[in-house]
C-alpha cells in the first residue's frame, strides 16, 4: 500500500515534521479558492487557535474531494507564528479584504507559512483517504494514496450515478480530452437530464442534452463560458457550480421526449420556485 508518508520521504520531506490538514468548507469554498484566488486562501489557513500545529515544520494541505477523501493542494512550510496581542490594525484589515472572520482579530494566532514548490508535481493529483467526517481536520497520521491521477486527468470514469464534477474538473475533461477518454466516450455516448448546483447558494439548475456529442457535448458549452448560453445562469460565478446526471435516457428517445422527462425533474425538484429555472 501506497501511504502519504511514503509520498514525503520519496520527495525528501521528513513525515515527522508534517501536519497533514485537510480543511473543511465552511467558510470558504477551499478548492475553488485554492484554484482562483490562492491568496485569500493562504490568509484564510494562516490564522489558527495558538499552537494548532504544534512543533510542525510544514503543513501539508488538503481540500475535501469526494466522499472522506482529500486532494492535495501543497505543502507550507511554517517559519513562524504571531500572538493576536501583537497583532495590528493591517492584520484587521487583512481578515476585511479577504472577507475572512474578523473575530479572528480577537483570538486567533497568525502563522507565517511559506509555499514550498517540492511537491507541486502532486498538486491537484494526488488523492488520499481521510477518514469519516469525525475525524479530526489536523493529523500527524499516514493516510494511504487511493489514487495519483495523470497530468491534467480528472480520474478515470466510474458510472454515470457518480457523476458529481466540479467545473475546474469540467473545463479539464473539455480542454485536455486525450487525458479523459473515458469521460469523453461516456458523456458523448447518451443524452439526459443534468443538475447543476450553486455550492454557495444551494440553488439548482435542471437542464437536458440530446444533441451531438450528447451529455459531452452540452457542458463543453458550459466549460467555456461558464453559463452554456443560458440567461439564468449568466452573472453567477461558474466557479461554484457542481455537475451531476440526474437520468439518462435511450438514443432513440427524441428530443421532445428528452424536455418531457427535464420538465418532470425540474418538476420534482421545484427548481422553477426555488432554484434557477425560470421556465
Not at 502532486?122 to 475525524?135: N, Y
Request: proline share 3%.
Amino acid at each position: 500500500m501506497i501511504t502519504i508518508y511514503k509520498i514525503f520521504e520519496i520527495y525528501g520531506v521528513d513525515p515527522a515534521l508534517v501536519k497533514l490538514v485537510r480543511h473543511g468548507n465552511k467558510e470558504i469554498s477551499i478548492y475553488e479558492t485554492f484554484l482562483n484566488n490562492l491568496k485569500r486562501l493562504e490568509v484564510y489557513q494562516s490564522f489558527q487557535n495558538p499552537n494548532k500545529f504544534g512543533k510542525a515544520k510544514a503543513i501539508a494541505v488538503f481540500a475535501p474531494y469526494y466522499k472522506t477523501t482529500g486532494i492535495f493542494l501543497g505543502l507550507w512550510d511554517i517559519k513562524g507564528c504571531t500572538a493576536n496581542s501583537d497583532f495590528t490594525e493591517e492584520t484587521l484589515a487583512l481578515l476585511k479584504e479577504n472577507k475572512l472572520p474578523e473575530d479572528w482579530f480577537n483570538h486567533a494566532a497568525r502563522y507565517d507559512l511559506r509555499r514550498n514548490n517540492i511537491l507541486d508535481d502532486l498538486s491537484e493529483r494526488l488523492i488520499i483517504e481521510w477518514g469519516a467526517a469525525t475525524v479530526a481536520w489536523v493529523q500527524s497520521k499516514d493516510k494511504e494514496v487511493v489514487e495519483i491521477k495523470g497530468k491534467k486527468s480528472i480520474g478515470g470514469f466510474q458510472s454515470f450515478s457518480l457523476v458529481d464534477l466540479n467545473y475546474q474538473d469540467l473545463k479539464k475533461l473539455v480542454q485536455f480530452p486525450d487525458t479523459n477518454l473515458t469521460w469523453l466516450k461516456a458523456l458523448s455516448s447518451v443524452n439526459g437530464v443534468y443538475l447543476i448546483k450553486d455550492k454557495i447558494s444551494g440553488k439548482l439548475y435542471v437542464g437536458s442534452a440530446y444533441g451531438d456529442q450528447g451529455i459531452y457535448g452540452r457542458w463543453s458549452a458550459y466549460a467555456k463560458n461558464g453559463h452554456g448560453g443560458n440567461l439564468e445562469l449568466k452573472g453567477l460565478d461558474p466557479s461554484t457550480f457542481q455537475f451531476s446526471i440526474l437520468e439518462i435516457v435511450p438514443a432513440t428517445t427524441t428530443a421532445d421526449g428528452v424536455i418531457e422527462c427535464e420538465n418532470r425533474w425540474k418538476e420534482k425538484l421545484g427548481t422553477r420556485q426555488f432554484g434557477l429555472n425560470k421556465n
